[in-house]
């Protein structure tokens, strides 16, 4: 096991890290941008270090002095976190190369499961139906080309990265001729490639992901699925688990052929495999993320297992030590994400309590909200033996939430909840639309 790891990222995750870390008796080195400089994983960790101005390009994206700064401070490894480069094989291949471990996947893995054009073969051979769309795009002609093929309406999407970053619903030949452009500039910007793909568009359907914990012995574990299908822009809102829109018999079929295909493709640490499931109640494969995704904490509300520690564990060849049958997944956890609407100074919070309630969050008094960086302040997660028990559980803990100092989404997120489509379960992808 690793004595000592550097977090190589910011805000809540940070945090998050760093309190699995000293649970698990591991030191910590933070790095922070000037920005940073009072937030709270800086505090928290045994050791911080600055590495740059405030732009991600100066600092939590400048590969050499996160290297450098973990070869000073004796880390023997990096937790990337999510976001930033926790899918950069370059990256974790310079950690190799220094030996230091990456808390992530391997380079092989990143490079074959991050391409979202590959990743769709390799899963299609692995069983799973796929949806259909085009090859990596070679320009806006090609794009049309593909398009008429493919009929629209069809999803224009970057090949790197996750987030919703360069995603654009295309209706129409003018349509893609405009968005193209600013799909290939946006994935650029975010992930360093400009490439792009087509997929044939699935509406009405829920978005679902299935969370799986695999080991380098070839143990794999499915924690559960969750839906996502709460978002605007493609920008992830709310998240349950489980599913309102998965029946019993599909879920464990679902289960089951997400664990059989990573087994077939031999992949190792925490994984999410993503689906859309079609008003006929099929599911299809989308993409793979070979991260930590922002909303884990749902899931361990749920199952009762801390997903950060294992990925730590199995990063660093630890075998997982229970089986299938040993994970519960009894009752609902929902997440809200709170985002803040503008850059300001937190003046006072007040965090909601009682059981089964938690607010994952870097603020502390006077934190200061940057516009260089994502909006995400915190994660407000409930559970309850029953769904409805749980949407009450999270409409109490809102109206107890309190920020001030800047604007935040929260009074959104109680609209949410207490709409009809969202308390009854029967909600989709296009539930945003109609707000």
């Not at 937030?39 to 939590?60: F, K």
């Not at 299938?324 to 003046?347: D, K, S, T, W, Y």
């Not at 516009?371 to 994660?379: A, T």
Request: aromatic share 6%; net charge negative.
């Amino acid at each position: 096991m690793f004595s000592k790891i550097l977090i190589a990222n910011r805000g809540e995750i940070a945090v998050r890290i760093i309190r699995a870390c000293k649970e698990m008796g591991i030191e910590t080195v933070a790095v922070y941008s000037e920005a940073d400089e009072d937030a709270l994983h800086v505090a928290l960790a045994d050791e911080s270090y600055c590495i740059g101005p405030a732009p991600p390009a100066e600092s939590y994206l400048n590969e050499e002095r996160i290297i450098s700064t973990a070869l000073a401070s004796g880390a023997q490894a990096v937790h990337p976190g999510y976001g930033f480069l926790s899918e950069n094989a370059h990256f974790a291949g310079l950690c190799v190369e220094n030996g230091i471990a990456f808390i992530g996947a391997s380079v092989k893995d990143m490079e074959r499961l991050s391409d979202k054009v590959l990743i769709k073969e390799i899963m299609e051979e692995a069983g799973l139906n796929i949806i259909r769309g085009s090859e990596v795009l070679s320009g806006v002609e090609d794009a049309l080309d593909k398009a008429e093929e493919t009929g629209y309406p069809v999803m224009l999407k970057a090949r790197s990265g996750g987030g919703g970053k360069g995603i654009k619903l295309i209706s129409s030949a003018r349509e893609l001729i405009a968005a193209y452009p600013v799909s290939e500039a946006e994935a650029l910007a975010a992930f360093g490639d400009g490439s792009l793909y087509l997929e044939k568009y699935i509406y009405p359907a829920n978005h679902i992901e299935v969370q799986i914990l695999a080991d380098e012995s070839g143990n794999v574990i499915c924690l559960g699925e969750r839906d996502c299908s709460v978002q605007r822009k493609h920008q992830k809102l709310i998240e349950e688990t489980p599913s309102p829109a998965v029946m019993t018999a599909e879920r464990r079929q679902l289960h089951r052929k997400a664990v059989e295909a990573i087994k077939k493709v031999g992949y190792s640490g925490v994984g999410t495999l993503e689906f859309l499931l079609d008003k006929d109640g099929e599911f299809w494969f989308m993409e793979m993320n070979v991260r930590l995704q922002v909303e884990h904490s749902v899931t361990e509300m749920l199952t009762k297992r801390d997903v950060v520690k294992w990925q730590i564990r199995t990063a660093a060849g630890v075998a997982i030590d229970f089986r299938q049958e040993h994970v519960f997944m009894r009752g609902v956890a929902i997440e809200c994400r709170i985002n803040a609407l503008e850059p300001g100074r937190l003046e006072m919070l007040h965090v909601p309590g009682g059981p089964f309630v938690r607010f994952d969050t870097y603020l502390i008094q006077g934190t200061r909200i940057s516009p260089c960086y994502d909006p995400l302040v915190g994660k407000l997660i409930v559970s309850a033996g029953t769904r409805e028990e749980a949407v009450r559980k999270m409409r109490a803990a809102l109206c107890e939430l309190v920020i001030e100092g800047f604007a935040t989404n929260i009074e959104e997120q109680l609209e949410i909840v207490s709409d009809d489509r969202f308390m009854s379960g029967n909600y989709d992808l296009t539930l945003m639309e109609s707000r």
